[in-house]
């Protein structure tokens, strides 16, 4: 109406198509410090498409590392992607040096075996004295930091409950 | 690898400040800058004799930004009372508008209409000259009440340019530290209108954060990254980019209220300027429009009546 077209712009419109992506926040899995991340990532979930994640950033608003990351959390991106990242169990026999994959099941009842079997051995439900104090020493327990108050509340609930002492949470599981 | 991630040396980490900053004001050369810019995107670009005209208004805008009279400030009491009841100090419809505003509008048009441009654009900056003051302020009213569509296309942009000289002074007269944030986060806090655009900034303590740039006073307020402008869901947010395109620009999309904003993310490309890369990028816009997803601000240059036919 000024005088200027836009011919030429809806031309050029119909070359173009959208691209679509996702910011997702999410927290650091390194260390106890929780960075704030935002990742990057192709791909539209409704359609069944795996997502693929681009890139990540630290994020700028998260009152913990306000934006920045550590040579490990930028590096972030290549972990995910990692060709020899842990995806599933994997059990490697006493002696041997071949890891051998093994399903969920097949890893919680092992673990859980062997638990039940060193505390029926090794409980402590009484000290010399007599006075009752229900311990199990000779099993510890190491829990990841990076998870949220809730994981860690249900921790230390099932954990000290069976008698555990040893346990502490750790950064770099 | 994130490659626009630069490594810092040690010691030349800069600490962030105890706050993130919440507001900055547009500064004495916003116009020129703007200027500046329109011209470099103009060439070879399907807009670019718009673009042109634009480069030029935005010199006109500076001109009269230049030469503005002094105004006298708001009054003390009724900023007070703005403060306490979270208003934005300088609210387009709230605030009675000194018709020192017309001053800006006239230094505008004198200097378009000497201007090299199309005669239709030359012809309606020469007739604004002569219209009245209520006409004018009917204008005015419709643009300041969140709807570009109620002006007339071909005065849009020169009552526009001549509000935002206005409001612009406005603001840096009252200065930075009278504004406060204010609830919902979208709006203005200067002046109460839409953002035409949010700019992720890309450099210092800021890198990284959002900010929210005013289609009027373009004065920029912080806002959460990931988070949608106009109605502050933090789920269902999407970002679109022209396929193929290095990312510099992306509507930041939300499935709650069905709108959208455009992201300058400064990482990709520093030169972007709010104003003139929004509208060099109304291709996005258009593709938008089609997905069925409607611009949450307006820029107050693009009229959104006639975006099929003619700019």
Same mark, same amino acid.
């Given at each position: 109406?000024?005088?200027?077209?836009?011919?030429?712009?809806?031309?050029?419109?119909?070359?173009?198509?959208?691209?679509?992506?996702?910011?997702?926040? #999410?927290?650091?899995?390194?260390?106890?410090?929780?960075?704030?991340?935002?990742?990057?990532?192709?791909?539209?979930?409704?359609?069944?498409?795996?997502?693929?994640?681009?890139?990540?950033?630290?994020?700028?608003?998260?009152?913990?590392?306000?934006?920045?990351?550590?040579?490990?959390?930028?590096?972030?991106?290549?972990?995910?992607?990692?060709?020899?990242?842990?995806?599933?169990?994997?059990? $490697?026999?006493?002696?041997?040096?071949?890891?051998?994959?093994?399903?969920?099941?097949?890893?919680?009842? $092992?673990?859980?075996?062997?638990?039940?079997?060193?505390?029926?051995?090794?409980?402590?439900?009484?000290?010399?004295?007599?006075?009752?104090?229900?311990?199990?020493?000779?099993?510890?327990?190491?829990?990841?930091?990076?998870?949220? #108050?809730?994981?860690?509340?249900?921790?230390?609930?099932?954990?000290?409950?069976?008698?555990?002492?040893?346990?502490?949470?750790?950064?770099?599981? | 690898?994130?490659?626009?991630?630069?490594?810092?040396?040690?010691?030349?980490?800069?600490?962030?400040?105890?706050?993130?900053?919440?507001?900055?004001?547009?500064?004495?050369?916003?116009?020129?800058?703007?200027?500046?810019?329109?011209?470099?995107?103009?060439?070879?670009?399907?807009?670019?004799?718009?673009?042109?005209?634009?480069?030029?208004?935005?010199?006109?805008?500076?001109?009269?930004?230049?030469?503005?009279?002094?105004?006298?400030?708001?009054?003390?009491?009724?900023?007070?009372?703005?403060?306490?009841?979270?208003?934005?100090?300088?609210?387009?419809?709230?605030?009675?508008? #000194?018709?020192?505003?017309?001053?800006?509008?006239?230094?505008?048009?004198?200097?378009?209409?000497?201007?090299?441009?199309?005669?239709?654009? $030359?012809?309606?900056?020469?007739?604004?000259?002569?219209?009245?003051?209520?006409?004018?302020?009917?204008?005015?009213?419709?643009?300041?009440?969140?709807?570009?569509?109620?002006?007339?296309?071909?005065?849009?942009?020169?009552?526009?340019?001549?509000?935002?000289?206005?409001?612009?002074?406005?603001?840096?007269?009252?200065?930075?530290?009278?504004?406060?944030?204010?609830?919902?986060?979208?709006?203005?806090?200067?002046?109460?209108?839409?953002?035409?655009?949010?700019?992720?900034?890309?450099?210092?303590?800021?890198?990284?954060? $959002?900010?929210?740039?005013?289609?009027?006073?373009?004065?920029?307020?912080?806002?959460?990254?990931?988070?949608?402008?106009?109605?502050?869901?933090?789920?269902?947010?999407?970002?679109?980019?022209?396929?193929?395109?290095?990312?510099?620009?992306?509507?930041?999309?939300?499935?709650?209220?069905?709108?959208?904003?455009?992201?300058?993310?400064?990482?990709?490309?520093?030169?972007?300027?709010?104003?003139?890369?929004?509208?060099?990028?109304?291709?996005?816009?258009?593709?938008?429009?089609?997905?069925?997803?409607?611009?949450?601000?307006? #820029?107050?240059?693009?009229?959104?009546?006639?975006?099929?036919?003619?700019?």
């Amino acid at each position: 109406m000024l005088g200027f077209s836009s011919v030429d712009a809806l031309a050029e419109v119909r070359e173009f198509k959208l691209a679509r992506s996702s910011e997702t926040r #999410n927290t650091c899995p390194y260390c106890s410090v929780s960075c704030g991340l935002i990742m990057h990532s192709l791909g539209d979930r409704a359609k069944n498409a795996e997502p693929a994640i681009f890139h990540i950033e630290g994020d700028p608003d998260h009152p913990v590392n306000r934006g920045t990351l550590c040579p490990k959390g930028a590096g972030l991106v290549d972990f995910i992607h990692s060709e020899s990242r842990l995806k599933y169990p994997e059990y $490697r026999a006493p002696g041997s040096n071949e890891w051998k994959r093994i399903s969920w099941d097949e890893a919680f009842t $092992r673990v859980a075996r062997l638990m039940k079997d060193d505390r029926d051995k090794n409980f402590v439900a009484k000290n010399t004295a007599g006075v009752t104090v229900n311990r199990w020493l000779t099993t510890g327990f190491l829990a990841a930091s990076a998870s949220s #108050n809730e994981s860690g509340y249900i921790t230390q609930k099932a954990i000290r409950s069976l008698g555990i002492l040893a346990f502490d949470n750790q950064a770099r599981v | 690898m994130n490659t626009e991630d630069r490594i810092l040396e040690p010691g030349r980490i800069e600490a962030p400040f105890g706050e993130i900053r919440f507001l900055s004001l547009a500064g004495r050369d916003l116009f020129t800058r703007r200027a500046d810019r329109f011209r470099f995107l103009s060439p070879g670009h399907p807009l670019g004799k718009y673009l042109d005209f634009l480069a030029l208004l935005a010199d006109a805008q500076q001109e009269a930004q230049d030469r503005f009279p002094s105004l006298p400030p708001p009054d003390a009491r009724e900023l007070a009372l703005c403060r306490e009841h979270g208003m934005p100090l300088l609210d387009t419809r709230s605030r009675l508008r #000194n018709p020192a505003w017309r001053t800006a509008l006239t230094l505008i048009l004198r200097r378009m209409s000497e201007a090299d441009l199309p005669k239709a654009a $030359r012809k309606t900056a020469a007739g604004l000259m002569s219209v009245d003051e209520n006409r004018l302020e009917e204008m005015a009213d419709g643009i300041l009440s969140g709807d570009p569509a109620a002006t007339p296309p071909k005065e849009l942009p020169f009552i526009a340019a001549a509000l935002q000289v206005y409001w612009v002074r406005m603001a840096s007269m009252v200065g930075e530290d009278a504004f406060a944030k204010l609830e919902p986060a979208g709006v203005c806090p200067v002046c109460g209108s839409f953002p035409a655009t949010g700019i992720v900034h890309a450099n210092g303590t800021e890198k990284g954060l $959002r900010y929210l740039c005013c289609s009027l006073c373009a004065s920029r307020w912080h806002m959460v990254r990931v988070k949608c402008s106009n109605c502050e869901a933090t789920q269902g947010i999407s970002y679109y980019s022209l396929e193929g395109s290095n990312g510099a620009v992306k509507a930041e999309s939300c499935d709650d209220c069905n709108t959208y904003l455009k992201l300058l993310y400064l990482g990709k490309d520093d030169a972007m300027e709010a104003m003139a890369d929004d509208l060099a990028t109304l291709s996005l816009d258009m593709l938008m429009d089609k997905a069925g997803k409607a611009r949450s601000g307006p #820029n107050l240059f693009f009229h959104p009546g006639c975006e099929a036919k003619q700019a």
